[in-house]
């Protein structure tokens, strides 16, 4: 298990009801999956729309993605407006 930051912006950010946790996770699925549960159905519906970046980069195995400590999650929701 690694300590890892998961970063909230947008939308996600409100479900969640902060900018940023950290979780301890050996993989992204296992973050998301505990984030999930944190913090409810909201979020999930969120996420599940959003994209997902571990270390400014898309995730090269998706939610298999081993996660080390240190690093950073960031869940980014699409952005509205004009």
């Avoid at 505990?34 to 970046?53: D, I, K, N, P, S």
């Avoid at 898309?58 to 080390?68: F, I, M, S, V, Y």
């Amino acid at each position: 298990m690694s300590s890892v930051r998961l970063r909230c912006f947008a939308a996600a950010r409100e479900a969640a009801g902060t900018t940023e946790v950290i979780f301890d996770a050996a993989t992204l699925g296992e973050l998301l999956g505990q984030a999930r549960a944190r913090y409810g159905e909201h979020f999930a519906a969120v996420l599940a729309g959003a994209r997902v970046w571990v270390n400014g980069d898309e995730p090269a195995n998706g939610d298999e993605t081993a996660l080390a400590e240190g690093d950073e999650v960031a869940v980014l929701p699409p952005v509205s407006g004009g």
